[in-house]
């Protein structure tokens, strides 16, 4: 069983900076996937950024690209989400996820085993 922890979420005007933090407990020797998803109320829920951990490949939904970053650090078993010049329509909960086993990171929150408690991003105009 993975258990994450999130934090990092609040309240910011619109073209502020937020960094979300999701520590895992992940204990495997296969290679394994971790990312954020979000939604927004009345909506789906969406792949924002995902990370493999072997080799820090990246993956990002296009708008976010050159925005927000997505990294991790491996002594810590952490991902992080740094979010910048945030607008409101980026306003949403934000999960932290993780596919194990996983060599790839994939866009399909089916494909995700395991989902953190969510962080609330709220930005206002």
């Known amino acids: 069983q993975v258990q994450l922890v999130e934090s990092g979420g609040g309240l910011v005007q619109a073209g502020g900076s937020l960094r979300l933090s999701c520590a895992a407990s992940?204990?495997?020797?296969?290679?394994?996937?971790m990312g954020w998803f979000r939604q927004a109320p009345g909506k789906e829920r969406e792949f924002v950024a995902g990370i493999r951990w072997s080799d820090g490949f990246t993956l990002y939904t296009d708008p976010v690209k050159g925005r927000f970053t997505i990294s991790r650090d491996n002594a810590k078993n952490t991902i992080y989400l740094q979010m910048n010049s945030l607008q409101p329509e980026a306003t949403a909960v934000y999960y932290c996820v993780v596919r194990s086993p996983s060599t790839y990171v994939y866009t399909d929150p089916a494909l995700y085993h395991y989902w953190g408690q969510g962080t609330q991003v709220t930005v206002s105009s």
């Open positions: 992940v204990r495997t020797f296969s290679d394994y996937a």
